[in-house]
């Protein structure tokens, strides 16, 4: 066992915590408040090949693989989590179609995902299916030489400014979840609405509702075949969750540091406040529980990179990764006082931040159910 990144990992690394330094942190406060959509750091992103790790250079990547992706993931959450967000985007629906598209729709699809220019998004969720996929009731309806889509998808990260998107969809509904089918649809054709929505944190990741109304996708945009959707996506999920879980790690990392850094500069009762064993207790969870997700996320990744089923090990990942971050930044908030609280500081955005990897991509409940089930020996998490 080697825990040693090589040159070229730790190359990647730093050429994403650079980038993320001078170009995310200036602005991330005020992208932050602002909601800004920052497509420019999209399409930088993409210019630095952040998208690509993952899709071999035939199709416009570089194949440095999941671990240089994870690492990437972290150093940008790390600076902003809402900028990490594009990186799924692009790198969820790309790999959907790498895995399960044509050889047409890989050399037209995939190069400008990559690059950042179509800004993707992939629409799972409905109001009356989030955790449970297969309740979805967007239906898609073979007509000539397409299929015309109904229903209404939402908290869809992306949905107010994406040119492409993933959609799910039954085409036959009495297969249940063997009739959901997968199509990459050009969202600038019409039958297409959009409305944004507001949500606790990530505001600088735009997300909102997608309906369709008589919307039509050719059929050379089916993805995989008729009733593939289901595996499709949960072959996608498996994949996009394993980046959210090192954008926790970033979150983490981020509350953990600036909890350190105060404690060792703020004195109340004639003392650093780091000497309180109270808060030395917070301390120690913050650094175990996110260096333990940490491992936990290079060897889900690394499995990856192996191209061995890890499905079981991106869950513990994510779970782990999710709740540190979520316990990081409430712990750096108490650390920090109304200093935390103020919005002057960056660690009331990585508290509002923190709270959406217990529910993306998966929510924790998920996330433990996949674990205890395989423990239990109810359904195996890898297949
Ligand atoms: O029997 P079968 O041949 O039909 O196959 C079954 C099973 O083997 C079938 O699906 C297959 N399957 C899989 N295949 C490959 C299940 N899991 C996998 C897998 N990982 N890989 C049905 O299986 P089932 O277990 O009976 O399905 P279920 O009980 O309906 O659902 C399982 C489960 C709850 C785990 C699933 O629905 C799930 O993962 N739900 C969570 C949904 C989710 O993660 N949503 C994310 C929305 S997108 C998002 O959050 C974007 C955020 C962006 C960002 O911030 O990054």
Redesign the pocket.
Known sequence: MDFDLSEELVAVRDLARDFAEKEIAPTAAKDDRGHTFRKDLVLKMGELGFYGCVIPETYGGNGLGFLALTLITEEIALVHSAM??F???QV?PALALLQFGTEEQKKRLIPPLIRGEAVGC?A??EPDA?????AMRAAAVRKGDGYVLKGTKI???NAPVADNALIYAYTDRSQ???GISAFYADLSQPGVSRRSLETLG?HA?PIGELTFENFRVPTGNLVGKEGEG??I???Q??H??L??AA?ALGVARAAREAAVSYANQREQFGQKIGQFQMNQDLIAQMVVHEEAARLLVCRAAWLADQKQPN?LEVSMAKYAAAESAAFAADAALRILGAYGYSTEFPVERYLRDAK??Q?????SN?QK??IAQDALGY?K?N?
């Open positions: 990490r967000v990186i799924n985007m969820g992939f799972i969720t989030g955790s449970d996929v297969a908290w869809i990260s249940k979840h063997r990530a990741s289901f595996k996506c949960m072959w999920l498996n996009t969750r980046s959210c954008g499905n959406s990897y529910i993306v991509e998966g929510s998920i159910l996949i359904r998490a297949r």
